[in-house]
């Protein structure tokens, strides 16, 4: 199989093993779920508008660091 992929001059990338501990994702969701119990909202409306807020947090180069973390190549960070 390598052999075949590698006489079409194309790359193998090896998927680091999965764990939730480990997934970029779950690396986001448990900061924003922290981000969002230090003001808890009181209505749908302004939980909406803290959500809207809490998401500005999240610059490209962290998320870039939630994959890095979590084993993967560090994808380019477009602003």
């Given amino acids: 199989m390598r052999e075949a992929i590698t006489?079409?001059?194309a790359q193998i990338f090896n998927l680091p093993s999965y764990s939730p501990d480990?997934?970029?994702?779950?690396?986001?969701?448990?900061?924003?779920?922290?981000?969002?119990?230090?003001?808890?909202?009181?209505?749908v409306d302004?939980?909406?508008?803290?959500i809207g807020n809490l998401l500005?947090?999240?610059?490209?180069?962290e998320c870039a660091n939630f994959f890095h973390a979590a084993?993967?190549?560090?994808p380019k960070c477009e602003p």
């Fill in 7 to 9: 006489a079409r001059r």
């Fill in 22 to 43: 480990m997934n970029p994702i779950e690396m986001a969701f448990s900061k924003f779920k922290a981000l969002l119990r230090q003001e808890p909202a009181r209505t």
């Fill in 46 to 50: 302004a939980l909406m508008e803290r």
């Fill in 56 to 61: 500005d947090r999240f610059h490209p180069d």
């Fill in 71 to 74: 084993g993967y190549h560090s």
